[in-house]
């Protein structure tokens, strides 16, 4: 069973910082693009940062500048480093793994989730 464990989530004041981590099995994270994604009450889910498996990195331009996301290849972890956050920051936040297992096999693999909250 393929699982993506994320960690880091909390409660956090509005210019604060707060680091989130995505540990996922060997075999999945070395082929797979990571990413992490938001959802905040009453919107869609939304791209927040992307790293792919040669360390590309895309960013939302809401984040761009404020958040890192960062992957260790030897933990199989992906972080997302987040600084001087808003309160629009709050959303609960999901880890995403997508790739190919074969050319026809893709896969796209959620984790739980893990909620992020901004507050004054």
């Known amino acids: 069973q393929v699982q993506l464990v994320e960690s880091g989530g909390g409660l956090v004041q509005i210019g604060g910082s707060l680091r989130l981590s995505c540990e996922a099995s060997?075999?999945?994270?070395?082929?797979?693009?990571m990413g992490w994604y938001r959802q905040a009450p009453g919107k869609e889910r939304e791209l927040v940062a992307t790293?792919?498996?040669?360390?590309?990195?895309d960013y939302a331009d809401s984040v761009k500048g404020r958040f890192t996301i960062s992957r260790d290849n030897v933990k199989n972890t992906v972080d997302l480093q987040m600084y001087s956050l808003k309160a629009e920051d709050t959303a609960v936040y999901y880890c995403?793994?997508?790739?190919?297992?074969?050319?026809?096999?893709?896969?796209?693999?959620w984790g739980q989730g893990t909620r992020v909250t901004v507050s004054s």
């Open positions: 995403n793994a997508r790739g190919y297992f074969t050319v026809e096999s893709p896969y796209n693999y």
């Open positions: 790293i792919s498996n040669g360390g590309s990195t």
């Open positions: 060997r075999r999945l994270f070395r082929i797979s693009d």
